[in-house]
């Protein structure tokens, strides 16, 4: 019998309610007839998925087989179990409760042929929100040398693979691994491919977000979570040197994989559960965070990561609830100011808990004065006679320096000052990173009494 071109490879665990659109999608595939086959594999349902799955192989049977597992085993096992008896020239790995286009796998297949891929990756869509790279489908290129057009950001295994490159160097799912176990395969592919495609003129894949949100990537422990991120770091240390390329896969990992695990689910964990959690993610950012992927961090993302770094389980645990409760990480510390009777009064805000009272700095040439009260005066005589005086402010929370955003109450007014018998004028000016700079010039006596006669002349 003449081997079938590609192997569609699904795994299938309680989602019985979505095969329908799974099977109409493969039925709808432009390939010639013997170019497809299809091996489902029941990964111990209990939903009703396995008669589902059999009452529609027997609708099709030249073309659908169901391999039944006893009991469940996880998507690593029923892929490999499939692996080990596809037969087509390429395996492509769609998922229970996706769909292809239907033009999907004619197209990816002649690309391959064509172009002599080993990993061909065509355009993948979100459905019901579920989020995809946009950076990765911008243009199509016939040849990427990863991690090149955002790769590190689509480790699915939803690609076409050329069998050979599968079975020359063994690759197998991690079946340790009961989630992300698709990251450690598609990563060593990439490595070893010799050519990699990206298609980027059709919609090839629907990747779709459960009503429920029940997907195994957004329901399985946080623990299982981060083993498989770190498995995929490992991947990634066997095949580069310190450097670029490295940097550029791991920047998904640490951003991405290990930054997310601190959300909601964290809050609802036991503490010492979150304790073990944030050891265990330490020990993963101290040894992968680089000057590299710190400058790509935005600042919620830099708080979480130095939390982590440093062991800070409680200020993280902060950090995440007041995310949560307020939709974003607000500026650490800011301040206001405004004019006093002796001085211009700096009022500060800490909207985070635990954050140390922040220290407000004032330099007036080379002498430099602190307060940390949350209100602080700071006295006419610290801002003349001198040209220029500037206004700082710092706070520190879970050990880590900020630089807060000092703002003039609107349209803070000029002063005039009477000092030794001189006039000075003081104008409050913001600076280009938050602080503040109030600029003084003397105001001699001659213009001053001008000016008073000028106004008295006009009001008469």
């Not at 959690?277 to 040894?287: C, I, K, N, T």
């Not at 000016?451 to 006009?458: E, I, P, V, W």
């Amino acid at each position: 019998m003449t081997p079938p071109l590609v192997t569609v490879i699904t795994p299938v665990h309680d989602t019985r309610e979505y095969l329908g659109q799974w099977f109409a999608s493969l039925r709808a595939q432009t390939l010639a007839p013997g170019e497809l086959e299809v091996l489902a594999v029941d990964d111990g349902s209990t939903d009703g998925s396995a008669e589902e799955l059999r009452a529609l192989a027997a609708s099709w049977p030249e073309v659908v087989r169901v391999i039944g597992l006893p009991t469940r085993g996880g998507p690593a096992r029923a892929r490999n179990t499939a692996l080990d008896e596809a037969r087509g020239r390429y395996v492509y790995f769609l998922d229970s409760d996706d769909r292809l286009g239907e033009d999907a796998l004619r197209r990816l297949t002649e690309a391959a042929e064509r172009l002599g891929s080993d990993v061909v990756v065509g355009r993948v869509v979100g459905v019901n929100g579920r989020w995809v790279s946009p950076e990765l489908f911008r243009e199509t290129v016939d040849d990427v040398r990863f991690p090149g057009c955002a790769l590190a950001w689509s480790l699915s295994p939803a690609k076409l693979f050329r069998r050979e490159l599968l079975g020359r160097h063994a690759l197998r799912f991690p079946e340790e691994l009961p989630v992300y176990s698709d990251t450690p395969f598609v990563l060593t592919a990439f490595f070893l491919a010799r050519r990699i495609s990206v298609l980027a003129d059709y919609d090839y894949y629907y990747l779709l977000a459960r009503g429920d949100r029940s997907n195994i990537t957004t329901t399985a422990r946080l623990a299982d979570r981060l083993r498989g991120t770190a498995a995929g770091v490992a991947v990634v240390l066997r095949f580069t040197d310190p450097g670029p390329v490295r940097d550029e896969v791991n920047d998904r990992y640490i951003r991405s994989d290990v930054v997310n695990l601190f959300g909601r689910d964290f809050l609802q964990s036991a503490p010492e559960e979150r304790s073990r959690l944030v050891a265990a993610a330490g020990e993963l950012v101290r040894a992968h965070l680089t000057d590299a992927i710190r400058a790509r961090c935005t600042e919620p993302q830099r708080l979480r990561l130095h939390c982590l770094q440093h062991g800070l389980t409680e200020e993280l645990t902060e950090l995440v609830r007041h995310e949560c409760e307020h939709g974003e990480l607000p500026e650490p510390v800011t301040a206001t100011v405004s004019w006093a009777a002796e001085g211009l009064r700096v009022q500060t805000s800490r909207p985070l808990p635990g954050l140390v009272p922040p220290p407000v700095t004032w330099l007036s040439d080379a002498v430099g004065h602190v307060a940390s009260d949350d209100e602080t005066v700071i006295p006419l005589r610290d801002l003349l006679p001198r040209q220029r005086s500037t206004l700082r402010l710092e706070a520190s929370y879970a050990g880590r320096s900020f630089r807060g955003r000092i703002t003039p109450e609107a349209e803070l007014p000029q002063r005039k000052v009477w000092r030794g018998g001189r006039v000075y004028r003081l104008t409050p000016k913001p600076g280009p990173t938050g602080e503040l700079e109030v600029w003084a010039a003397r105001i001699s006596l001659r213009r001053v009494v001008g000016l008073r006669l000028k106004r008295l002349l006009r009001t008469r």
